[in-house]
């Protein structure tokens, strides 16, 4: 059997249910993949961005959930920087349908199981 491959969402803490939403499509029994994050709701602690690069490079991919909380997000705009830095494969998802965010430098999709599967496939 392949290897399961390994996603972190980078989200808006906001946008926590939509992050659930997503983590729910990973438990169906032929997923060949999970999500993983670092989501908090205290101010990150000192060790927060030494743990979350450390997810991102255990990571196959990285997938951020935008939205318009995405643009006052430190915390998920520091992902999405780690990721980039990290040179893993990134793709925005729209987190909502009424909701067309962007973020510079971060291609970004409908969200459909096309979009979600077709990015975890390649990776």
Known sequence: ?????????????EDERQRDFLKGQS???RSPYEFTDMSVKQPYDYGWK???RTRIRRSHGVIALLSKNSLTSSGEKWEIQCA?????PLLGVWAYSNDRTSLAG?????WSDANISGFIDSL
Do not use: C, S
């Open 27 to 29: 438990l169906g029994p």
């Open 106 to 110: 971060v291609r970004t999709v409908v």
């Open 1 to 13: 059997m392949a290897e399961k491959k390994v996603v972190f969402v980078a989200f808006a803490i």
């Open 84 to 88: 980039k830095e990290e040179g893993k």
């Open 50 to 52: 030494d743990k979350v």
